[in-house]
């Protein structure tokens, strides 16, 4: 069973840099990909970004595009590396694994989700 462990949330300013971590267990993932979503107070969890694990192709919002990098090591662990965050970024942020090589931004699709890590940015 895949388990998910998300970590490196906390409150920053407008600007500022966070590193979300993933860790994950339970299965081979070569055959997986691996994304991040979020979900703000009183909206639906939306796509973030994706990787898929085998050859490390990236997959991103448009949100998000040049600010954020996902990335992945040879740890199981999946990175999430926030730039420039604003407060429209301010989210409970989730790690969920899909097996499959195909990226879709439907949350449905995707099988495991770690316990989410809250994001603040003040202004």
């Known amino acids: 069973q895949v388990q998910l462990v998300e970590s490196g949330g906390g409150l920053v300013q407008a600007g500022g840099s966070l590193r979300l971590s993933c860790a994950a267990s339970g299965h081979t993932f070569s055959s997986y990909a691996m994304g991040w979503f979020r979900q703000a107070p009183g909206k639906e969890r939306e796509f973030v970004a994706a990787?898929?694990?085998?050859?490390?192709?990236t997959y991103y919002a448009d949100s998000v595009k040049g600010r954020f990098t996902i990335s992945r090591d040879a740890k199981n662990t999946v990175y999430l590396q926030m730039n420039s965050l604003k407060p429209e970024d301010t989210a409970v942020y989730y790690c969920a694994a899909r097996r499959s090589t195909i990226v879709v931004a439907t949350t449905t699709l995707w099988g495991s989700w770690g316990q989410g890590t809250q994001v603040t940015v003040s202004s």
């Open positions: 990787i898929i694990w085998s050859g490390g192709r």
